[in-house]
């Protein structure tokens, strides 16, 4: 480390906030989305909820996202669009690309894991942790709760959390399968 690089705990703690920043962003447009009189509701849900409308059609042999005006990043680009310019408005050029960068990252496994979630053969199946998460998953299809992929952070703070109820808690990659 030479004189004047900032030190790792300040940028981690940097890192983090930007990790925190961006599933916040991905949370409040996944949330807005839902709301009846959204004007971004038609991307998310006459998209990928058409696709997947509730937890007995989860699953299926290949992932569906939406396409053209059904496609649901349209209903999460503007508030990922806002973080990023006010991230260039408060941070040095450098900075911000690698912040850029570690947005773009959290983005895309979250992308991944959510992808996962609905494919029925999915390379995770066997991690008890992706099984309770898809559970989670599976209730958001139901209801307007867990607007959050994996991480629940903001679904908690929020109070739109609910875990999966042990009574009807399906045996593992049974919740429902839909051929395409």
């Not at 649901?72 to 408060?90: G, K, N, T």
């Amino acid at each position: 480390m030479t004189i004047g690089d900032p030190p790792y705990l300040v940028l981690g703690a940097i890192w983090l906030l930007n990790y925190y920043v961006t599933t916040f962003a991905i949370w409040f447009g996944h949330w807005f989305a839902h709301l009846k009189r959204s004007p971004l509701a038609p991307f998310h849900i006459l998209g990928h909820h058409a696709f997947y409308p509730n937890s007995q059609h989860l699953l299926s042999v290949k992932f569906i996202y939406g396409q053209k005006r059904q496609s649901s990043i349209y209903s999460l680009l503007p508030w990922l669009i806002l973080q990023s310019v006010a991230q260039l408005a408060i941070l040095s050029w450098r900075n911000y690309l690698a912040y850029l960068a570690g947005q773009i990252a959290i983005v895309i496994v979250i992308n991944q894991i959510h992808t996962e979630f609905h494919l029925r053969d999915s390379c995770l199946n066997n991690f008890c942790w992706f099984q309770r998460a898809r559970q989670r998953h599976a209730r958001h299809h139901d209801d307007d709760i867990n607007f959050m992929v994996g991480d629940h952070f903001w679904d908690r703070v929020l109070g739109t959390f609910a875990g999966h109820p042990k009574r009807e808690k399906p045996p593992p990659n049974t919740l429902g399968t839909r051929q395409l």
